[in-house]
């Protein structure tokens, strides 16, 4: 069974700092990767999906890797601003498409 | 595109009676969601995966009887808790697939059920 996990499991940082966020998995056979952002009491909003041929995906100032030997991806998100404080979690997803998350990381920038 | 639409976003019933929960693709069309069950500070468990026109799939450990799910139309999903219980509160979170697993999935903005 796919075991995802994030690190750490809370940030907090000055804004301006680059964030970067740590996500790892244990089945080497995943799929897809997809990056969301969570706000309390909300739910889920996507933020960069890797396929299974991608190493990266860009979005502005959001970049995530992909590498599937070493079982991990890394959210790196740039010049980071009170409006980026938000729990995000990482999810893998099997042939089968089921998805699979890690437990988050809770991130606050403070101004 | 690709949203989801759920309601409702909070609800608070009383234990013993059943509340039902709305998920719907509002652009595209959905054969397959996915419901979620989240505790505070935990992560999504996936309760269930709901294809159009057949039964849901439960995940192990979710009673059937408890949480009905209905995939009536390609646009539509309902969870059902009956009989709702203090330990049934939570939040719940849909999801679809947006088209193939090659375009990932989409939430809903989840439900707060507070059973009292």
């Known amino acids: 069974k796919q075991e995802v996990t994030q690190i750490p499991a809370a940030l907090s940082v000055p804004e301006g700092e680059n964030l970067v966020l740590n996500c790892s998995f244990t089945d080497s056979a995943i799929y897809n990767l997809q990056w969301f952002r969570q706000d309390p009491g909300k739910g889920l909003t996507s933020l960069l999906l890797i396929q299974s041929s991608q190493r990266e995906q860009t979005s502005g100032r959001l970049n995530a890797s992909l590498d599937k030997s070493s079982g991990r991806s890394t959210l790196y998100i740039a010049a980071s601003q009170p409006g980026d404080s938000a729990t995000y979690l990482c999810a893998g997803f099997d042939s089968w498409g089921k998805l699979q998350f890690g437990a988050g990381t809770q991130v606050v920038v403070t101004p | 595109g690709a949203v989801v639409s759920q309601h409702p976003s909070r609800v608070i019933c009383k234990s013993g009676t059943s509340v039902k929960i709305e998920c719907r693709s509002l652009d595209f069309q959905a054969t397959t969601m996915f419901w979620y069950r989240q505790f505070p500070k935990q992560s999504l468990m996936l309760m269930a995966t709901s294809n159009e026109g057949s039964k849901a799939t439960y995940e192990q450990g979710v009673e059937k009887d408890k949480f009905l799910i209905n995939h009536a139309s390609l646009t539509l999903s309902t969870l059902t808790v009956t009989s709702a219980h203090p330990e049934d509160s939570s939040f719940y979170i849909c999801?679809?697939?947006?088209?193939?697993?090659?375009?990932?999935?989409?939430f809903g903005s989840g439900t707060r059920l507070t059973v009292v």
């Open positions: 999801s679809a697939r947006v088209d193939s697993i090659y375009y990932g999935y989409t």
